[in-house]
Structure formats: structure tokens, C-alpha cells
């Protein structure tokens, strides 16, 4: 069973432009967790995603920051206009119901 | 919203040493989970541990929930153990977002 993927695993954009991060959960997980973390710091919520339906988006920018859990396919996090602010690694989680959560291995995205 | 301290913030052990690593939560959870994150970045999953106690090798955890705190306990550390250690926390009342704390950053030196 293949664990949470995630991709691209770095991403470089210039400011002003789109980033899009996906992330395929694991087989039979319908729930996924978007996180930024900043380098030395802590792991922040973001968004919270079950098939086809926003569940909790309290900790997305108001701006500029959408994700989708689409019936098919990865769940993808976009990141519109993109500062160097920005810069930061974006972690995938998924689990299925009541269970524990697993992580991808990231994307770093760094914008210059 | 719920509250998660981790404590110390930074712990510096030789090699061969035993630590103790506690989260403190502020409110009622139905899921904590202990991470590890390596220095490459990658976060490996410790134990999923809502209540009781677990023993993974050289690491247990114990969570007692009515009192709001877990405790994980490395013994005989390895300079592999390095990186950082975070707990999260699913709060009660439905389906609700892991939140995680500041973690504990732990250097072993040889």
C-alpha cells in the first residue's frame, strides 16, 4: 500500500506566478489535511478536505489560496500570485475515518 | 480552540541517554498522535495513542487522558533519534483537524 504521495517534491516560482502542489492520499483514505510549515517552526493547519467537499478552510489565507479534493484524482492545493512569503514546506496528510493520520514527504516551494 | 504545549522546547543528550518528551492538551481528544521528523524534513508517524501506553523498541508513550498529557520516553538514545518531535491532537466532538504542537527539538551527539 503506497503511502501519501506528494509532488512536485520542490517547486520553484517567480513572484506573480501559480503554484499548484497535489497530493494522492493513500488507498482507501478519503480524508486529507493541507499544512505549511516555515522553516524552524511548527506544522500549521491549513485545510481540511473529504471527497469533493471543503470540511474546515479556517486556517487558508483569505487570498490568493483554494484547494480541492476532486472525486478523482489528488487533492491539489493552489496558491495564486505567489510572494516570497510564500516560501515554506506544504505537508499532505490523509487517514480514513476514525485512524490515525499519515504525511507525504512535502513540497518545498521556494519563490524568487 | 485547543491548546498543545510541548516540553522542553530543546533537549541535548549524549549518546546511550534515556529522555522524557510530554505534551500537555487543553481539552478533551479522540486522537494524538507523536511524530518524528528527521532532518531530511520527513515526518515519520511514532504512535497513534489516544489512551494507554505503547512500546515501539527503544520508544514508548503513554497517554493518560483524563489528565490531558502523553508522555514519550526514548531510552538509550542514537544519534539517529535527532530531529524533531511532534505531538498533535484531535479534539473531541467529530471530525476535526490534527493540531499540532511547537514540538521538541532533540539533538544526540556521539
Known amino acids: 500500500n503506497a503511502g501519501v504521495m506528494q509532488n512536485p517534491r520542490h517547486l520553484v516560482r517567480r513572484r506573480g506566478q501559480e503554484a499548484r502542489l497535489r497530493c494522492s492520499p493513500m488507498k482507501g483514505h478519503s480524508h486529507v489535511y493541507w499544512y505549511r510549515q516555515l522553516p524552524e517552526e511548527g506544522l500549521k493547519f491549513m485545510v481540511y478536505l473529504q471527497k469533493e467537499n471543503i470540511i474546515d478552510e479556517s486556517g487558508m489565507p483569505k487570498e490568493r489560496f483554494s484547494a480541492e479534493f476532486p472525486k478523482e484524482g489528488p487533492s491539489i492545493l493552489r496558491i495564486q500570485q505567489v510572494v516570497r512569503g510564500d516560501s515554506a514546506a506544504y505537508f499532505c496528510?490523509?487517514?480514513?475515518?476514525?485512524?490515525?493520520?499519515?504525511f507525504g514527504q512535502g513540497t518545498r516551494l521556494t519563490v524568487v | 480552540g485547543i491548546q498543545v504545549e510541548q516540553s522542553p522546547p530543546d533537549l541535548i543528550l549524549q549518546e546511550g541517554a534515556n529522555s522524557t518528551l510530554r505534551c500537555n492538551f487543553s481539552d478533551s481528544v479522540n486522537n494524538l498522535q507523536w511524530f518524528h521528523q528527521n532532518p531530511w524534513g520527513q515526518l515519520i508517524n511514532l504512535f497513534y495513542?489516544?489512551?494507554g501506553t505503547k512500546q515501539n523498541g527503544r520508544l514508548s508513550a503513554t497517554t493518560v487522558a483524563t489528565e490531558r498529557y502523553s508522555l514519550l520516553y526514548i531510552s538509550s538514545s542514537q544519534t539517529t533519534d535527532s530531529g524533531v518531535y511532534f505531538c498533535?491532537?484531535?479534539?473531541?466532538?467529530?471530525?476535526?483537524?490534527?493540531?499540532f504542537g511547537a514540538g521538541t527539538r532533540l539533538a544526540v551527539h556521539p
Open positions: 495513542i489516544p489512551s
Open positions: 496528510a490523509s487517514r480514513g475515518g476514525v485512524t490515525e493520520a499519515f
Open positions: 498533535a491532537v484531535r479534539p473531541s466532538g467529530g471530525y476535526n483537524k490534527l493540531i
